[in-house]
């Protein structure tokens, strides 16, 4: 157990919908990220969120948006589904905005979205 | 583009066999390369590595950095079942910002 928890563990939803993922960091970890993970595209970084602010971008839709609360958790907003968005998107977690050691992510248990 | 590129895509061995996974990197700005391990789920962390030359050893898996060659090796000796996984290589770069590119991985498949 990495001590980053995700919910829900599993979402199945009809195309053109929203969801929200929710994400609690490690105790004291200021950074949060979230990935999406699907078969034929590996894991593919999203955004990044440390203390509250937006600190790094990936490869994220403009249909999905993210937030990190004053409480440090996070959730991730994803629009006008697409069958294309199902995947396991992961939020990961770490101590400090980057680089050094002990600075490694954390992974949580993953949300299974389903879009049909 | 950063790009990381790990082989073999997918590897079946025997028990006991030692297997050696390897990761080449093409990024701007090079920070630390970092390995995880992803059984059924969320991806658990391995080693970090920043220098070159040096290896990260934790009991039979170890791992070193050639930062000349651009590239990383994760070996594991005397293999288990549970060592059967896919076995991820991501590499940070510098900046303000800690962006992990992923390589596809490895699926490694230890049969008893």
């Known amino acids: 157990d990495s001590g980053v928890t995700q919910t829900p563990k599993h979402l199945i939803t009809a195309t053109g919908q929203r969801v929200t993922l929710r994400c609690s960091p490690r105790?004291?970890?200021?950074?949060v990220y979230w990935y999406q993970q699907s078969l034929d595209q590996g894991l593919q970084f999203l955004i990044q969120y440390y203390n509250g602010e937006e600190r790094a971008k990936g490869n994220i839709l403009e249909r999905f948006s993210a937030q990190q609360f004053p409480d440090l958790h996070s959730e991730l907003n994803l629009s006008s589904l697409e069958l294309g968005d199902s995947a396991l998107y992961f939020c990961?977690?770490?101590?400090?905005?980057?680089?050094?050691?002990?600075?490694?992510?954390?992974f949580g248990p993953g949300t299974r979205l389903t879009v049909l | 583009e950063d790009k990381v590129v790990q082989s073999p895509l997918s590897l079946v061995v025997h028990e006991g066999d030692t297997v050696t996974l390897n990761c080449s990197y093409e990024?701007?700005?090079?920070?630390?390369l970092l390995w995880y391990k992803q059984e059924k789920k969320a991806p658990t962390f391995l080693f970090m590595l920043t220098s070159s030359g040096i290896e990260k050893k934790s009991g039979r898996l170890s791992s070193i950095l050639d930062k000349k060659e651009l590239s990383s090796i994760l070996n594991i000796t005397a293999t288990q079942t549970g060592d059967s996984a896919i076995y991820l290589c991501?590499?940070?770069?510098?900046?303000?910002?800690?962006?992990?590119?992923f390589g596809q991985g490895t699926r490694l498949t230890i049969n008893p």
């Open positions: 990961a977690s770490s101590p400090r905005l980057a680089g050094g050691i002990y600075n490694e992510q954390f």
């Open positions: 990024v701007t700005n090079f920070r630390s």
């Open positions: 991501a590499v940070e770069e510098v900046q303000g910002a800690q962006k992990l590119v």
């Open positions: 105790s004291g970890d200021l950074s």
